[in-house]
Structure formats: C-alpha cells, structure tokens
C-alpha cells in the first residue's frame, strides 16, 4: 500500500520476537510520535552499532578502550569472573555484591555451532591472568554441557598459573540461563563459589 | 556501564509492549548484525516517520498525494468503506474480497478521551461523498459505544445526501477490534452489511 510503511514493518520484522503485525503495530506508533523521537531513536541505535568498543582488557561493551568497571580504581583487580556474555556482567553487576573484575568469552565452547576455543577470548583471558595480579578466576558459565567443556578448558589453559580457579554455586537449575536468575539466586551462586 | 548502551536500550524500551529487558535483548541482538543492517533499519524508520503523507482523498497512509487504492482507475469509486484507522484497512485489503475505496477516520468520538467530530476526518468523507461519485457508505467502525455513536454521527452528516448507508454484518464479537477478526469473518460481515 505504502512503500515508505512496507519497508518500516519489514525492517521492524526482522527484530528478534517481532512478526509482521507487531512491526505494523510499532511503525503505526511510531507515526504519532513526534519526528524527533524518532530520529532520536534511530541516531540512538545507529550510534551505538557503530561506535561502541569492546574492552580491551575484558572484553566487556565499552564506550572507550577500558570499560568503566575496568578503569575503577576502587574494584578489586585480584578477582575475574568469567562470564559467556555482556547480559551476565550486567545481572552480576546489578547486585551490586561483586567489587571483582570480569572476562567476557563471547559465548561457549560448542563444536556442534562449531565455535572453538580459538573463537572465544581464553587467551586473552590467559595473557591477563599471566601477567599478575589476578589471584582468583570465578567461572560463572552456564551449567549446560558447552558451558562445563569451556570451564574445563579454561582451568586446564590456567593450571601452571598457580591461579586459583572457582565456579559459582550451583544455585542456578540445570539448563536455566544467568541473564535469567534473579538477584538472591545469583548472590547465593556467586558467595558458594566452589574451588576447583 | 556504556553510555552508548544505555541510550539504544532507553530508547528501545519507549516503543510498546518493549520493557528494559527486551530492549536490552534486541540492543544485543542489532550489535550482532552488520552495521549496514542497523542503518537500513534506522532509515527506514526515518524515511517513513519523516516522509509518509495522509491521502487527500481518503486519509490512509501514502507516499504520494493519493494513496494506490484511490489512485487505482479499476476499483469501485461509487463504494466507500469507513474505516477508523490505517490498520483496518491493512485487514479488509488483506482479505482481498473488497474492491470499494476508503475513508479512514483516524480514530472514532469519544467524549472521555476529549475527541469530538472534529478531531476525526468527518468533514472530509461528506465533502467527498456531497462531490458526487459515492453511492454507497459502508461504516466498518467499531462494535462499541463509540463506534455506534460516531456512525449515528456520519449517518445524520449524509441524511441529506440521499446516499445508502450501511454497516458491516455483526459478526464480529462485541469489544472486538476489527484488524484481529480473521478473514473469513471479515469476508463475513463485509458482504452481509445492513441498510440503515
């Protein structure tokens, strides 16, 4: 009917969770919003796309070449949690009980998608825990077989650091994700960490 | 944690039915995309919001002066489907039974909501219909107090006129809205319409 309104509801339909009458739903509201919401909107997904960083150190989404819980002085740098995603860092970090470090792998060890160890940050994670400081790594990985296979990696790639090596408290049912627990679970997870 | 995050997901979680979490989700989903495809997305939201005009004849979307349907020299123009909006006549176009025009309204009188006659494009629809042409109104309004209440408006609007002025059968449920009734009610209740 409308090119202009056809190429919105598809471009909306190719969002995850949003079928074509959602994405009609959404560009006939975003019609009665003001036009500066919607470049606001727009500026605000194109400049996130293409300006956000990566942390050089962890990995993390940054805006700049150290993300803000790595360029805080006041967080103890002794301490890393390995988590497989940013959603993880931002659930621990809303508990506001962690004062560590963190290490984002991008993901878990699983021949069947045919990710590798070589397509994750472990060396970086290895380079950082070689280079001092770092007296504990947590590994808070999912508790699924890929996330299991990549703790075990990882504790094998960090047995001649002399680091000790933990994972968080099997608090979180079998096959539940992090970014899914809610804060007391995850508390409780992360203070019963177990030594390895 | 990151600026740049915080702003995509804020404004994210504005559209509708769009909570924190899902907008974090997608954030993370468009970062995993190619920047071309978040900047095809981000156009087209603007190109529509920026770009679509309100046909002069009959108020749906379009991109030009005159939407296609009014546009088209094969439909019926002695035939106009009242509609409340845009989406409605996505629904009865999708049906592809009805070969009248349309005039949507853009939304229906409702005293609580403070809008009177005058807020909807009511004065347009008895211009078009005093210019000649229509021979036959069809009210697809909404089964409720206000639906009722502004096709007894438009009906006393066109007493004058002579023309035949009609409603789509009931067949759709009390409190339903007309773009979720399936097509085969819509078919329904469009061919069965009753002569006021």
């Known amino acids: 009917m409308s090119r202009l309104l056809d190429r919105a509801v598809d471009e909306l339909a190719k969002l995850p969770g949003v079928g074509d009458r959602t994405a009609l739903r959404l560009a006939l509201h975003l019609l009665r919003q003001p036009t500066e919401g919607v470049d606001a ?6 400049d996130f796309r293409r300006n956000i960083k990566f942390c050089r150190r962890c990995n993390n989404l940054s805006d700049d070449e150290l993300c803000p819980i ?15 995603q940013v959603k993880d860092v931002l659930s621990i970090e809303h508990t506001r009980s962690y004062r560590g470090l963190y290490h984002v792998l991008g993901g878990v ?10 397509d994750l940050k472990i060396n970086m994670l290895v380079d950082n825990v070689r280079r001092g400081e770092v007296r504990e790594v947590i590994l808070a990985l999912s508790t699924s077989i890929e ?11 960090l047995a001649d650091t ?35």
């Open 41 to 46: 909107l727009s500026a605000a997904l194109v």
């Open 70 to 84: 790595c360029a805080d002085a006041t967080r103890d740098r002794s301490t890393v949690c390995v988590v497989e």
């Open 109 to 118: 060890i699983s021949p069947i998608q045919g990710i590798g160890p070589s």
């Open 147 to 157: 996330g299991e296979t990549t703790g075990y990696y990882i504790s094998r790639q």
């Open 162 to 196: 002399g680091v000790k090596i933990s994972t968080i408290a099997r608090g979180i049912g079998f096959g539940d994700e992090i970014d899914y627990a809610d804060d007391i679970t995850l508390v409780h997870a992360i203070s019963n960490r177990t030594t390895l």
